[in-house]
């Protein structure tokens, strides 16, 4: 005979079996995991390789507890399927970012990212909406919610100690919780948050006590980072639970107001009167792109693409393509970002107006729901209460970090944190769910399906996570060894055999047997070195037709055809025509019309000295000229205060005779940064040539401001010295030399032969 429990929940009867009881504590626990586990784990592989551990894991436990709910279907043949507050417009906006995946701009990274990037990834999102069916079907009593805030706070105690320690003690290894240091500051005042939340909900003065303490504790580490933000995101994170609390103001103490207000009070306090003017210590920040920055490319993404965006996890490409002018006269130019400014300037970019519009969708109608729900909820007993505690906490939770958002962008360890508190608050606004009664046939059918598709999913998945395993561990490997380059040879076409469309590791594997002969060869070891040869250019080709959207694999291509040139391989037309790619990927970037300038100049050099032949060579010669100019000046035209471009047009004039255009630019460059020995050296000679001595004299002294120890330069300046009867100067010069270098020959040649 079946053990029939019965339990009373929400004023339903429901009678569960021991199975059915015993499946949703399994559930219930890997839930509880995740919540304690993902601001927690990382593998330290590399330093990106921390949110994707996150992000795998994640992956692994919500697939865990998918499979025990079905099994829990088909032994109770009942499932629940009476709809929460959010379901549809979540599966409306996980249609929509489908949409948005099948005509992005590059599918495979976004439907599974790419070089370890995975958090705005459809099959992440997938497994986020699936993470929020099954935390609003079975997190939905006052005591599984403790549990799992239980777990949420200690977590990120945890994590707060932790990092406490690795700033105490250097040695210390904490690589293991790494988390971007954003996420880790909204994590203090969420725990903060948790704990009143919890001190409320407490019914022993024990549970009270612990929950002050762990509050206090975390809320003096919120204030001790002084972040303008975190404070702003905390006081209107109180502000709005106590709005929230007046519905029902009757039921609350004054001492409960009070102690709000005066946290509010200190709070507003401490924004005002930061910490830091009185203690002097600077908090490390991130480097964010500015927020007028992303809107401009985000503004130009959308023109092509309105409605779907570029697709999820491609704001690199909509950076490269579409950052203004302006970005290049900033002081982090040559930096790139994969991610926007904030997390919706991130949805609008990627998704499109229809997915932006439908998250806005599912905030808009929690905010509604919730607020109905807490005015018309009769505060009668202690359940009562606690529930309504519960609405308004976790509607100030929400609303919090949509605030926070506008800030910043967010990471895996943040969307679990939104998807988390979304589905608790769809639960918890919603008083009466019933579960359904479904045909015995129609459940063995419905759970052949999806553990099918589950298993097709894990096995592709894993062979996904194996591959780019190997290729981390090749990383940061020390190569002193001919066994070395062969261990990590075998993991790249392991690498590549577990997920053959990833061009990256085809072209780690180009690069590593490039370095492998420049090993073999600077120890003089026989090897098949024409075969190696061959594999290269294989490897090269292959992945020449993959991943073409990607700029870091086109700058990885770039690099390995300049290796390759280094090695007497020749492959300018490879190289022409990677460059010319980069340039359509990243059009904005001066420093690729520049790499371009410099490939025909050599082309050009080659032709003039009759070592790369042509019909028409001197035809050809002014072609190669005219492109050189070309793209000196695009360089000037996108940074005007380019150092680089002036200095190269600068030569560019000098070697077709414009002695005056010569001198004009490079004097640019000079008067730009008056470091460059390279610089300062090209406009030496050209001042000489003119007979201006005295200003060449001043321009290498200038130099040598900022590099006093610099041996040539000041040898070059006892040359100038020497040749224009200055013999003491000379000496003066030669002498410094040789008290930094005694062993230096030339300097002493030439004080030898000035006595």
């Not at 606004?429 to 009664?437: F, G, H, P, R, V």
């Not at 996108?638 to 004039?653: H, I, T, W």
Request: aromatic fraction near 14%; glycine fraction near 4%; hydrophobic fraction near 50%.
């Amino acid at each position: 005979m079946k053990l029939l429990i019965i339990t009373i929940k929400d004023f339903w009867l429901i009678i569960k079996s021991r199975q059915e009881i015993f499946f949703e504590k399994i559930i219930r626990l890997i839930i509880y995991s995740g919540a304690f586990l993902l601001p927690l784990f990382c593998l330290p592989l590399s330093s990106g390789f921390g949110e994707y551990s996150k992000a795998m894991i994640f992956y692994a436990l919500v697939s865990l507890a998918v499979i025990f709910w079905l099994i829990k279907i088909f032994t109770s043949q009942k499932i629940d399927l009476s709809p929460r507050t959010l379901d549809i417009p979540i599966i409306l906006f996980l249609f929509i970012y489908l949409l948005s995946s099948i005509f992005s701009v590059e599918r495979y990274q976004s439907f599974w990212g790419h070089n370890l990037f995975v958090s705005f990834s459809l099959s992440t999102f997938l497994f986020l909406v699936l993470y929020y069916f099954l935390l609003s079907r079975f997190i939905n009593s006052v005591k599984e919610i403790k549990n799992l805030f239980y777990c949420l706070n200690v977590s990120i105690l945890l994590l707060l100690i932790i990092n406490i320690f690795k700033i105490i003690l250097p040695n210390f290894s904490g690589s293991f919780c790494n988390i971007s240091f954003n996420t880790f500051n909204f994590l203090l005042i969420l725990g903060v948050c948790l704990s009143g939340l919890l001190f409320l909900l407490a019914e022993s003065k024990k549970g009270k006590i612990l929950n002050i303490i762990f509050g206090l504790v975390l809320l003096s580490s919120a204030y001790f980072a002084d972040i303008s933000y975190i404070l702003l995101t905390f006081i209107l994170m109180v502000f709005f639970f106590m709005c929230l609390s007046s519905l029902k103001a009757e039921n609350f103490s004054n001492k409960l107001i009070i102690g709000l207000t005066i946290l509010l009070f200190i709070s507003i306090i401490m924004l005002i009167l930061p910490l830091g003017n009185f203690t002097k210590i600077i908090i490390p920040s991130e480097i964010n792109l500015p927020n007028s920055l992303a809107w401009q490319i985000t503004r130009a993404s959308l023109n092509e693409n309105l409605l779907l965006g570029v697709g999820p996890q491609n704001f690199a490409y909509s950076f490269y393509k579409f950052k203004p002018q302006e970005f290049n006269l900033s002081n982090f130019w040559q930096i790139g970002f994969a991610k926007s400014s904030n997390f919706y300037w991130e949805l609008l970019n990627n998704i499109g107006l229809l997915g932006f519009i439908t998250f806005f969708i599912i905030v808009g109608k929690y905010l509604v729901v919730v607020f109905r729900s807490t005015n018309n909820l009769q505060i009668i007993d202690s359940y009562s209460y606690r529930l309504f505690i519960i609405n308004i906490g976790l509607a100030a939770i929400i609303f919090s970090l949509l605030f926070y958002f506008l800030f910043f962008n967010a990471d895996f360890v943040m969307l679990f944190i939104l998807f988390t508190f979304l589905a608790l608050g769809a639960t918890f606004s919603q008083y009466q769910q019933k579960e359904i009664i479904w045909s015995n046939n129609l459940l063995k059918i419905l759970f052949n399906l999806v553990l099918i598709c589950i298993i097709i999913f894990l096995y592709f998945w894993g062979r996904l996570v194996m591959a780019s395993i190997h290729s981390e561990m090749i990383i940061n490997k020390n190569y002193s060894s001919i066994n070395d380059y062969n261990w990590s040879e075998g993991k790249l076409k392991s690498a590549i055999s577990l997920n053959p469309f990833e061009s990256i590791y085809r072209l780690q594997l180009s690069q590593l047997l490039i370095n492998k002969i420049v090993f073999l060869r600077s120890n003089q070891e026989q090897f098949e070195e024409i075969s190696m040869k061959e594999q290269i250019d294989a490897n090269f080709e292959q992945a020449w037709g993959k991943g073409a959207v990607y700029l870091a694999n086109y700058l990885l291509l770039h690099q390995i055809d300049n290796e390759l040139n280094n090695l007497g391989y020749q492959e300018n037309d490879a190289l022409v025509r990677v460059n010319q790619k980069i340039i359509e990927l990243d059009p904005f970037n001066p420093e690729h019309y520049i790499d371009r300038a410099l490939l025909n100049f050599n082309n050009y050099l080659l032709i003039k000295k009759g070592e790369l032949a042509g019909e028409n060579p001197q035809n050809q010669m002014d072609v190669l000229l005219k492109k050189v100019q070309s793209d000196l000046e695009k360089s000037l035209q996108l940074k005007n205060n380019f150092v680089l471009g002036y200095f190269n047009l600068g030569l560019y004039y000098q070697e077709i005779g414009d002695q005056a255009k010569a001198l004009d630019n490079i004097a640019k460059a000079f008067d730009l940064d008056p470091s460059q020995k390279l610089v300062a050296s090209a406009l030496k000679k050209l001042y000489l040539n003119q007979d201006k001595v005295s200003e060449a004299i001043d321009i290498l002294n200038k130099c040598l401001q900022y590099n006093p120890n610099d041996s040539e330069l000041r040898l070059e300046l006892a040359v100038v010295y020497n040749d224009n009867k200055q013999p003491d100067k000379a000496k003066e010069e030669l002498n410094k030399i040789l008290q930094l270098d005694p062993t230096n020959a030339s300097a002493q040649q030439l004080l030898d032969q000035i006595k």
